[in-house]
């Protein structure tokens, strides 16, 4: 609440606030006092999770990139979700070790599972082979796999990015619970919230580089949607020449909804 204060001065809302933080826990159906932290799944648990962090790590981090690194730091973080960039491994080690400590002062620490310190970047390829190491490691940010790659058109390195696959295996699944709970509905009904479903799929994955993982998405819902249909049929299993203009009707193909920067200043300011 102290963070909270240094830009809050309403009371109401510093009270409402700390009844959100003393509403407690509840699972299945037992009420549980919540002591430290905020309410797992409440709606102003991102939002003050954001200022906490904001005090805690954002304006930290700004001096010690000024004060303390000596060479190049990219920080990018998304509520509680953060990928640190750094020129050398002994600055990165060093940055985590005083990360650990400045969390313990507030009671935080890392995730073990998701903390992770890997070689990335434009030379990390060349210098792991030099050493006989495989390929740059991938890390996983904001539902993305990200990994090193090269331009098509020069051989120039860029950073990839494919929908990460646990994130689609459970769209999937959550689709396909849905599909069979809809199956004796009208077909038009099912294909209007299908289409829905996938475009709103879209407008967060469809980033240069990630066609074939939405390509593969959309092969894999065809084909549950198709054996939706032809559980609910009594002639069988239709073939998927005949279901072709019912699946390009309903579900879109894929196609890059978010260019680089580049594309869309050309797009807007032509020359």
């Known amino acids: 609440m102290k963070f909270v204060e240094h830009r809050v001065a309403d009371r109401r809302i510093l009270r409402l606030i700390q009844k959100w933080l003393r509403a407690g826990i509840s699972e299945d159906g037992q009420w549980s006092e919540s002591k430290v932290g905020t309410p797992q799944g409440a709606v102003v648990s991102p939002l003050l999770a954001n200022v906490y962090l904001h005090y805690v790590f954002d304006l930290w981090i700004e001096a010690w990139r000024k004060k303390v690194a000596v060479g190049e730091v990219i920080v990018v973080r998304y509520a509680d979700d953060l990928v640190v960039g750094f020129e050398s491994r002994t600055e990165a080690e060093r940055f985590l070790g005083e990360f650990r400590e400045r969390l313990a002062k507030f009671g935080l620490e890392l995730h073990g599972e998701k ?62 619970a849905e599909l069979t709970r809809r199956m004796h509905e009208p077909v038009a009904q099912v294909g209007e919230w299908l289409t ?76």
């Open 115 to 176: 903390t992770r310190l890997i070689e990335f970047g434009k030379h990390a390829e060349r210098v792991r082979k030099q050493r006989g190491e495989g390929k740059p490691e991938t890390f996983t940010f904001l539902g993305f796999t990200h990994y090193c790659g090269k331009r098509r058109s020069n051989g120039s390195f860029i950073v990839w990015r494919k929908t990460a696959s646990k994130r689609m295996v459970a769209k999937l699944r959550t689709i396909k």
């Open 196 to 271: 829905k479903v996938v475009q709103g799929y879209y407008q967060y994955h469809a980033v240069p580089g990630n066609l074939n993982q939405l390509s593969a998405f959309r092969h894999r819902l065809c084909r549950l949607w198709r054996r939706v249909l032809n559980r609910r049929s009594q002639r069988g299993e239709r073939p998927w020449q005949r279901l072709a203009a019912l699946l390009e009707r309903w579900i879109p193909f894929p196609r890059v909804l978010h260019p680089y920067p580049q594309a869309r200043f050309a797009a807007r300011h032509p020359r």
